[in-house]
T-cell receptor, first 116, second 117 residues
Framework: AQKITQTQPGMFVQEKEAVTLDCTYD???????LFWYKQPSSGEMIFLIY??????QNATEGRYSLNFQKARKSANLVISASQLGDSAMYFC?????????????FGDGTTLTVKP | DAGVIQSPRHEVTEMGQEVTLRCKPI?????LFWYRQTMMRGLELLIY????????DSGMPEDRFSAKMPNASFSTLKIQPSEPRDSAVYFC???????????????FGAGSRLTVL
């Protein structure tokens, strides 16, 4: 089983600045993945980025990157050059790779507000 | 692909009524998840299915809630009888079979917003 902790209920960032959203996890699995999802005010859940535990490089998708520190069990999301449209709720979630039956439970989320 | 399709998008009902939420997962996906989202409790996993079989329903709040997946292309979440505290957004999500070490991304439906008066 994996437990996700997101300690920042809310974050503010100035437009065009970078921001880091924290996610720590607790797992005894040898192989696992971490996902980040975005939920704008419209309510849909949008997949952003994924990091596998055996990936040697930190994942990057456009302005999104993961600061993955396996020893510290953290997978922080970095958003560079923030835009007003980045204002949303962000969720970190685990994904089991070793079995097709791994359940996906989400952290409590971080609400990001980008200020103009 | 049309994505994960949920219906209804909005439902307003009175306490005591039966509510049925529906979900059509993405074709080829073999895992299906039901989540509930509220301000107080955040995003909660209610139940998930793998190959149409319920694997873990420990998140189902009580006996008033039931979920079925009669085939690979359809699932229902039923609340009977409904109560005001069941008011929430209910999400269905599906996931493809795990392959290698790649990401197995959950794809969410648009959600069903339930209001129980």
């Amino acid at each position: 089983a994996q437990k996700i902790t997101q300690t920042q209920p809310g974050m503010f960032v100035q437009e065009k600045e970078a921001v880091t959203l924290d996610c720590t996890y607790d797992t005894s699995d040898q192989s696992y993945g971490l996902f980040w999802y975005k939920q704008p005010s419209s309510g849909e859940m949008i997949f952003l980025i994924y990091q596998g535990s055996y990936d040697e490089q930190n994942a990057t998708e456009g302005r999104y990157s993961l600061n993955f520190q396996k020893a510290r069990k953290s997978a922080n999301l970095v958003i560079s050059a923030s835009q007003l449209g980045d204002s949303a709720m962000y969720f970190c979630a685990p994904g089991g790779l070793e079995t097709n039956a791994g359940k996906s439970t989400f952290g409590d989320g971080t609400t990001l507000t980008v200020k103009p | 692909d049309a994505g994960v399709i949920q219906s209804p998008r909005h439902e307003v009902t009175e306490m005591g009524q039966e509510v049925t939420l529906r979900c059509k997962p993405i074709s080829g996906h073999n895992s299906l998840f039901w989540y509930r989202q509220t301000m107080m409790r955040g995003l909660e996993l209610l139940i998930y299915f793998n190959n149409n079989v319920p694997i873990d329903d420990s998140g189902m709040p009580e006996d008033r809630f039931s979920a079925k997946m009669p085939n690979a292309s359809f699932s229902t979440l039923k609340i009977q009888p409904s109560e005001p505290r069941d008011s929430a957004v209910y999400f269905c999500a599906s996931r493809p079979p795990i392959r290698g070490s790649g990401a197995n991304v959950l794809t969410f439906g648009a959600g069903s917003r339930l209001t129980v008066l």
